[in-house]
């Protein structure tokens, strides 16, 4: 979707990755010391740490210890930036060789959504960013790429292959962005996860208007097993996940 880009100016912008220019940087005047990598990983490290509502360019520049104009000499607007580092993290994902010889693409369907999840949540910043940019980035190309190949190795018809893969990474998608909110909101709380969700269940347990639905909760995750928070997600995560492939097996059975 076209964005309009006050602070460029300029309308109907859709993606650093469209633009036709060199960066700045290639273009001489730079200041030295600096480069689009550099900012790129300073972004993401001062995402990760403080999040995307306290990100400004003035914050970025106090942390790389020079002016916000310096930054302007390799991104033309924040929303550059962003996309940038967006991409910068799909970097961190390892990809499978679909083309290896004996790999199973159950494997590495399996492989390839637990990375992204765990990716979600190291980075909860990242989901709103995917909602927002093109994600036609040089890591996020590489990693739909291995993805579209996997899922070509199941066996479903090309009419289905796109809705192979929404089903399996929207779920992952939003699995992720959800638990990657839950951490980083207990990480607010100065509470580990296991205390948080003991704290929450109980208060919810005293409220007449929660309290049946938590009795039948209760039950839910007492079937589920798992003593902590994070064996449960994972838990919840594998079971879910074998439900997508071996209905993707059944699909391809009827054929």
């Given at each position: 979707m076209a964005k309009t880009s006050s602070s460029s100016g300029r309308s109907a912008r859709t993606s650093v990755w469209l633009e036709q220019k060199a960066p700045r940087s290639a273009r001489g005047g730079q200041p030295s010391g600096l480069d689009r990598t550099r900012i790129t990983d300073a972004t993401v490290r001062l995402l990760d740490a403080e999040g995307l509502a306290k990100f400004s360019m003035r914050r970025l520049a106090t942390e790389l210890n020079v002016t916000a104009m310096s930054v302007y000499w390799y991104v033309d607007t924040k929303d550059d930036l962003l996309e940038l580092a967006l991409d910068a993290v799909f970097g961190e994902l390892p990809l499978p060789d679909p083309e290896a010889d004996g790999a199973d693409w159950r494997d590495q369907l399996r492989t390839l959504a637990t990375e992204y999840r765990g990716l979600l949540v190291r980075h909860p910043w990242l989901s709103p960013l995917a909602g927002t940019f093109l994600n036609i980035g040089p890591n996020n190309l590489s990693f739909s790429r291995v993805v579209q190949r996997v899922i070509r190795r199941t066996g479903l018809p090309d009419h289905g292959l796109t809705g192979a893969i929404s089903a399996v990474f929207q779920f992952v998608y939003g699995y992720g962005t959800i638990e990657g909110h839950f951490f980083a909101r207990v990480?607010?709380?100065?509470?580990?996860?296991?205390?948080?969700?003991?704290h929450a269940m109980t208060t919810f347990d005293g409220a007449p208007t929660t309290a049946e639905i938590v009795a039948e909760s209760k039950k839910l995750m007492a079937a589920r097993?798992?003593?902590?928070?994070?064996?449960?997600?994972?838990?919840?995560?594998?079971?879910?996940?074998?439900?997508?492939?071996?209905?993707?097996?059944?699909?391809?059975k009827r054929g």
């Open positions: 990480a607010d709380t100065g509470m580990t996860p296991d205390d948080y969700f003991r097993g798992g003593d902590t928070v994070a064996e449960m997600m994972e838990r919840d995560f594998t079971f879910a996940l074998d439900l997508l492939v071996a209905g993707i097996e059944a699909m391809v």
